[in-house]
Nanobody, 114 residues
């Protein structure tokens, strides 16, 4: 069973940066597509960034050029570098496989506010 532990969130001013980390247990990241998701207040959770096991990446339109997903398969970890943050990026951020495992982590809160 996959276990996911996210960290690195916090409060940041508009234009600031954060780096999120995700430690994955129970599945080797190197053989899966890994993703970052976010959920603002409301029921909908959206895909923010994906990294396929060949290294190809894909981003939601609003974060292109600002967010970068990466992975360290030796550490079974996935990262999300977020630059030039905007208030609309405020959400709880989760990592998971893609398609997602039913075992979501607790997420990490990102709040962008002045």
């Amino acid at each position: 069973q996959v276990q996911l532990v996210e960290s690195g969130g916090g409060l940041v001013q508009p234009g600031g940066s954060l780096r999120l980390s995700c430690k994955v247990s129970g599945s080797p990241t190197r053989i899966y597509t890994m993703g970052w998701y976010r959920q603002a207040p409301g029921p909908q959770r959206e895909v923010v960034a994906l990294m396929f096991n060949g290294g190809f990446t894909s981003y939601e339109d609003s974060v292109k050029g600002r967010f970068t997903i990466s992975r360290d398969d030796a550490k079974n970890s996935v990262y999300l570098q977020m630059n030039n943050l905007r208030p609309e990026d405020t959400a709880v951020y989760y990592c998971n496989l893609h398609p997602p495992s039913p075992s979501w982590g607790q997420g990490t809160q990102v709040t962008v506010s002045s």
